[in-house]
T-cell receptor, first 112, second 112 residues
C-alpha cells in the first residue's frame, strides 16, 4: 500500500523567507505525485503535479517541487513566501490503486 | 460553474440521526471519492467509486454508505450519527488515472 510522510507539521516564516516542505512516499511502483494547498476555510486546490518527464515541476503562485526517485521524495519549494501563502499544504501520491493518498499536512504561517 | 459541488456546506445534527451529503461533478469524470478531514486536518479516504467498482476503506463504519444514482453524483449517507463523526467531508472526482483530483468545497458536519 502507498503512504506519504510529511516531516514538517508546523512551519512559521517571515515574508520573503525561502520555503521547503518535505514529502516522502512509500510505494514500489510508478507513482503520480501532487501538492495541494488548503487556504483557511476552503477546499483543496492543486499547486502542482508530477506524472513523468522533467523531475523539476513548476506550479502556480511561484511554487516548484523536485521528484527525486532514489530518495522517494517530492519536496515543495518557494524562494520567497508571502503572507498570502499562509495555508495548509498536502502532499499526495497515487500508485497502483489510483486512489490519492495524502500526507498529514503542513501548516504554514507567514508573518508580514 | 463549480466543478465539484457539495451540499450542504454546513450540517448540524443530533446524535442518532440519519443524514445525507450530496455531491455532483460536471467535469465528466469517471471516478469519485469521499474523504474525511478530521480536526487535525488529516485527510482519510473513505470511498472510491467508478462505474466499475466501489472501493471501501475497511476502517469506515458501515453506518456510512455511498450512493451513486449516476456517473455525475456520489452521495454520502450516514446512519445513526455519533459525536466522532463530526468532521469536514470532502467529495472529489478524477477523470483518468493520470490526472489530478478536483475537490468540492467540503461539508462541515457537527454532531451534537
Amino acid at each position: 500500500a502507498q503512504s506519504v510522510s510529511q516531516h514538517n507539521h508546523h512551519v512559521i516564516l517571515s515574508e520573503a523567507a525561502s520555503l521547503e516542505l518535505g514529502c516522502n512516499y512509500s510505494y514500489g511502483g510508478t507513482v503520480n505525485l501532487f501538492w495541494y494547498v488548503q487556504y483557511p476555510g476552503q477546499h483543496l486546490q492543486l499547486l502542482l503535479k508530477y506524472f513523468s518527464g522533467d523531475p523539476l515541476v513548476k506550479g502556480i503562485k511561484g511554487f516548484e517541487a523536485e521528484f527525486i526517485k532514489s530518495k522517494f521524495s517530492f519536496n515543495l519549494r518557494k524562494p520567497s513566501v508571502q503572507w498570502s501563502d499562509t495555508a495548509e499544504y498536502f502532499c499526495a501520491v497515487t500508485g497502483g490503486s489510483y486512489i490519492p493518498t495524502f500526507g498529514r499536512g503542513t501548516s504554514l504561517i507567514v508573518h508580514p | 460553474d463549480t466543478a465539484v459541488s457539495q451540499t450542504p456546506k454546513y450540517l448540524v445534527t443530533q446524535m442518532g440521526n440519519d443524514k445525507s451529503i450530496k455531491c455532483e461533478q460536471n467535469l465528466g469524470h469517471d471516478t469519485m471519492y469521499w474523504y474525511k478531514q478530521d480536526s487535525k486536518k488529516f485527510l482519510k479516504i473513505m470511498f472510491s467509486y467508478n462505474n466499475k467498482e466501489l472501493i471501501i476503506n475497511e476502517t469506515v463504519p458501515n453506518r456510512f454508505s455511498p450512493k451513486s444514482p449516476d456517473k455525475a453524483h456520489l452521495n454520502l449517507h450516514i446512519n445513526s450519527l455519533e459525536l466522532g463523526d463530526s468532521a469536514v467531508y470532502f467529495c472529489a472526482s478524477r477523470h483518468t488515472e493520470n490526472t489530478e483530483a478536483f475537490f468540492g468545497q467540503g461539508t462541515r458536519l457537527t454532531v451534537v
